[in-house]
């Protein structure tokens, strides 16, 4: 496929491919900016399994731009009490820090966590029905002098001047742009359970995101969907499992035979448990280019990234304002477009994804003197001035900056 675009095409036909939280963003922020786009998802309903995700500041903020943010506070749960690390052994505190205020006087918004499914919905609530296009799975791209054709695995046909590949690790779209090369398993996994809250200890039932550090494992949980649910999410030693699908059922009992020896306050909550999700974490390194002419990768599918800076579906909303920025700028040459799209964009989030695996290694240390020093740094540094240019940072904005720059 040609990088080269000399087309002039102001009414922009765009296709979506993926109908997650990064294409329903990007959907809506082109609906926004007057773009046509269709959304083409391979599954026959928008539903999201995974259960709960951080929703930080900087992906409240674009929520805020979309109109939407009432819908998401609905039912998310704002981290009034905040963060809290505990040690593995003893459930000692480790540090602690009030978000709510603090995270609203530096950067203007507050956090929240939630259930995935109601930030789904939230930002599908800016997307038209009529722009969605379910149970349609991508089979190819061809580049035509009147745009670009998608085939679909059911014979149909569409063609589009510009197409999104919003569609994950295993992005079809991604053989059109760059070598991506395949996924390679990280030797972790990663179980979620979600626990009714009348079955909850106490302590996981405050307004706070509460994460337990120990040998080669760690675990985090929050409340969700109105305070109904705790939410867990534990990361550890893969063993022979190499499942990747959010959907994998696994067994509880293999969850609390990895965290046995643990404080008996996080027992208490494992055992509430009743059944989990269990999934291996691929790995990916960053791709040398997102764009190749009018095709674009974005989200997971650009920059795939462990969960340990809670950072995946921030950064995609954050792709999709940029790049229904750029096109909205530029709409008579979307390559050109893209690859404005691309250099704003591409710095920020391959420098959070190469930090978020940096971050296994700090969370699994054994017991000894990096642990501790590793300890004692959470009393000593402001983490909120270490992950500041995260939270802080406003996509529309920087946007704007880029666009006024010579």
């Known amino acids: 496929m040609s990088s080269q675009d000399t087309r002039h095409t102001p009414d922009l036909r765009v296709a979506v491919v993926g109908g ?23 599954a026959p ?11 930080s500041p900087n992906a409240v903020r674009l929520l805020r731009s979309l109109g939407r943010l009432d819908l998401l506070r609905e ?13 593995w052994e003893d ?12 995270f609203e006087r530096r950067f203007g918004e507050q956090s929240y966590v939630a259930h995935r499914a109601d930030l789904l919905a939230a930002v599908k ?3 038209p029905e009529s722009s969605l296009r379910l149970g349609t799975r991508l089979a190819d791209l061809r580049r035509l002098d009147e745009g670009v054709e998608l085939t679909f695995t059911d014979g149909s046909r569409e063609v ?3 197409v999104v ?24 996994c990663a179980w979620r359970s979600l626990v009714p809250a009348e079955r909850a200890p106490a302590f996981a039932r405050r307004l706070a995101q509460t994460l337990w550090l120990g040998p080669d494992r760690h675990l985090v949980h929050y409340p969700i969907s109105g305070g109904a649910q705790i939410n867990i999410v534990a990361f550890g030693p893969a063993h022979d499992w190499t499942t990747e699908s959010w959907s994998a059922e696994g067994r509880i009992e293999d969850l609390r035979d990895e965290f046995a020896g643990w404080s008996d306050d996080l027992g208490a909550l494992l055992s509430a448990a009743e059944r989990t999700g269990r999934w291996a974490l691929l790995d990916r390194d960053p791709l040398a280019r997102w764009t190749n002419g009018p095709v674009a990768l974005l989200g997971d599918a650009a920059h795939p990234m462990f969960p ?11 792709d999709a304002a940029v790049l229904a920025g750029c096109l909205a700028e530029g709409p008579e040459d979307p390559s050109a477009a893209l690859r404005r799209y691309e250099d704003i964009r591409r710095p920020r989030a391959t420098k959070v994804q190469q930090m978020s695996r940096g971050r296994a290694e700090s969370n699994h240390l054994p017991d000894g003197p990096a642990q501790q020093a590793r300890d004692a740094s959470f009393m000593s540094d402001d983490p909120f001035a270490q992950s500041g240019w995260i939270y802080g940072h406003d996509a529309e904005l920087a946007l704007k900056e880029a666009l006024a720059a010579p």
């Open 308 to 318: 340990f800076f809670a950072q995946g579906a921030a950064q995609a909303m954050e």
């Open 45 to 55: 309903a928008l539903t999201e399994v995974g259960a709960g995700l951080v929703v």
């Open 20 to 42: 997650g939280i990064g294409g329903l963003a990007t959907a809506a922020f082109l609906h926004r900016a007057g773009i046509k786009a269709t959304v083409y998802e391979q």
């Open 75 to 87: 039912r998310a749960v704002p981290l009034q009490v905040g963060w809290e690390f505990r040690r």
């Open 160 to 162: 589009a001047d510009v």
């Open 91 to 102: 459930g000692s505190v480790l540090f602690s820090e009030d978000l709510g205020q603090e």
């Open 165 to 188: 590949g919003a569609d994950g690790v295993h992005t079809t779209v991604g053989r059109f742009v760059t070598e991506t090369g395949s996924p390679r398993f990280s030797g972790m």
């Open 125 to 127: 609530a800016a997307v």
